[in-house]
């Protein structure tokens, strides 16, 4: 069996990888290949491209490279013809995946869209492009399948698998352990994981931090950055900014970051189910300029921007989209964070509310359940090719 995958961005990197090992589990002889990043081909998977590299988000960061975005097509659409797969399983990134899957569509190869856009949060009519170009969507969060199914898509929840990934984790606890003994309290910053969100949002946290060391002069900040260029691109803005802030930074130690922190301050992303999954109370933001915050004005349709609120439908994360002054957004996070490293009762109720919420959403065995639906599907499409 061969399954080709498309896959954009750093976080499907780790998923597709799951899904792969969970592929191979269920059925030893499968092969893989497509664009996307260093964990796929850990995996053994065949990169036409690593197109992880090219995480790019907003019109301005696309249309530079939209030349080769078209090679890149017309690559797969030569390695469908030549080559052909058994199944095309697609992962967010839908300004180019929507392509892929109408190259696949057009070779008769069955599309997957494991992590699909997300439709029912902006402009929703793009649901004609998933009934032409996608034969079934796999759904990870509890609101997407009803939405996919009401409007006639063939559609499977298989949970998240960020949730696999963190009960299979093995921390390094002696890391945890230092900072745990210092009984500081400790604050995590994590600045994303697209170079426009660090440049954009790093400035900000800065300001936040120094209005936090004010307020409370014995808070630690730990920095959970995505890669070392980002993490020396964030050390360069702090010695700019000629302040002296009691900030670490470190590259892979997130998970570790999220457990030890007594709070977080983080970019918008996937990575909030991390810090519902450990509990961590988390004020969430997004800076952007005022054409893209004018666009999703008119585009987005969701009540929010973080996936546990959209979850538990309040809520249960702070969250602030920035525009303009630096200050009138720091000046609403700086209270809260404040509050909860300062006041225990403050914090263990935002603790509590994300127990309670984890205990309603949280479930394992994503991976399996998506390889499985993949598996079931292509065998039935086999059969009827026969």
Not at 17 to 25: G, K, N, Q
Not at 95 to 108: D, E, Q, T
Not at 226 to 235: S, V
Not at 301 to 323: D, H, K, W
């Amino acid at each position: 069996m061969h399954v080709f995958f498309s896959v954009g961005e750093p976080s499907g990197d780790a998923y597709a990888s799951c899904l792969m090992r969970a592929l191979r589990t269920a059925r030893t002889e499968v092969r893989f290949s497509g664009f996307g990043g260093p964990r796929m081909q850990a995996e053994g998977c065949h990169l036409l491209y690593p197109l992880t590299e090219l995480a790019l988000m907003g019109l301005t960061a696309i249309v530079p490279h939209l030349r080769h975005f078209f090679r890149l097509l017309k690559q797969a659409e030569q390695f469908f013809a030549e080559d052909r797969p058994d199944a095309v399983v697609l992962l967010d990134y839908p300004g180019f995946n929507w392509w892929v899957a109408r190259r696949a569509k057009a070779a008769g190869i069955p599309v997957f869209y494991y992590f699909p856009p997300q439709l029912w949060a902006w402009a929703p009519w793009r649901i004609r492009r998933m009934r032409r170009h996608v034969d079934h969507v796999l759904t990870t969060l509890p609101f997407e399948a009803p939405w996919y199914a009401a409007r006639g898509i063939r559609v499977r929840d298989v949970g998240h698998p960020i949730f696999d990934d963190i009960r299979q984790q093995v921390l390094d606890t002696a890391w945890i352990d230092h900072f745990r003994s210092r009984q500081q309290p400790l604050v995590a910053l994590l600045p994303g994981s697209r170079d426009q969100e660090v440049h954009y949002n790093w400035p900000l946290m800065l300001d936040v931090a120094a209005r936090l060391v004010e307020a409370e002069p014995r808070v630690q900040f730990l920095v959970a950055c995505y890669k070392p260029a980002y993490q020396e691109w964030c050390e360069r803005q702090l010695r700019e900014s000629k302040r002296t802030l009691p900030i670490q930074f470190f590259v892979g130690k997130t998970s570790e970051i999220i457990e030890v922190a007594d709070c977080s301050l983080m970019v918008s992303g996937s990575t909030s189910l991390e810090m519902l999954a450990r509990a961590t109370p988390t004020v969430v933001i997004y800076r952007c300029g005022w054409i893209f915050y004018a666009i999703a004005r008119l585009l987005v349709t969701c009540a929010s921007m973080t996936l546990p609120n959209l979850i538990a439908g309040r809520s249960v994360m702070p969250e602030f989209l920035s525009v303009g002054p630096r200050h009138a957004t720091t000046d609403q996070v700086v209270p809260i964070l404040k509050r909860w490293i300062t006041d225990a009762d403050a914090r263990q109720v935002a603790v509590d509310e994300l127990r309670s919420l984890r205990r309603d959403v949280m479930r394992t065995g994503a991976a399996a359940r998506a390889a499985e639906a993949i598996l079931q599907a292509v065998s039935v499409a086999v059969r009827r090719a026969a």
